[in-house]
């Protein structure tokens, strides 16, 4: 079982930038997809991007060009750069990985809050 913690959250002006990272408590070379989500009160989480295990990419519409997402697997962490960051972008922001062993595992950060102020 992998703990995710996620960090780097706060609040920041729009046009700023912030940068989230997911530090696991065990080795992420073998979970096949990290990714980050993202959930405003009353709406459901979405997928901002993730990353698989080889390093191929995958990003929101919303996000695209704006976000980056990459992996240190030695390091076991996930990293979300941000930037020019939108009031849309406010959210509580979720580090997910995605395991497959024998079935699917899931594991789930307890989230960072992203506020960005017009």
């Known amino acids: 079982q992998v703990q995710l913690v996620e960090s780097g959250g706060g609040l920041v002006q729009a046009g700023g930038s912030l940068r989230l990272s997911c530090a696991a408590s065990?080795?992420?070379?073998?979970?096949?997809?990290m990714g980050w989500y993202r959930q405003v009160p009353g709406k459901q989480r979405e997928l901002v991007a993730s990353?698989?295990?080889?390093?191929?990419?995958n990003y929101a519409d919303s996000v695209k060009g704006r976000f980056t997402i990459s992996r240190d697997d030695a390091k076991n962490t996930v990293t979300l750069q941000m930037n020019s960051l939108k009031p849309e972008d406010t959210a509580v922001y979720y580090c997910?990985?995605?395991?497959?062993?024998?079935?699917?595992?899931?594991?789930w950060g307890q989230g960072t809050q992203v506020t960005v102020s017009s």
């Open positions: 065990g080795s992420i070379a073998g979970i096949n997809i």
């Open positions: 990353i698989t295990s080889s390093g191929g990419t």
């Open positions: 997910h990985g995605l395991q497959l062993v024998r079935d699917w595992s899931n594991y």
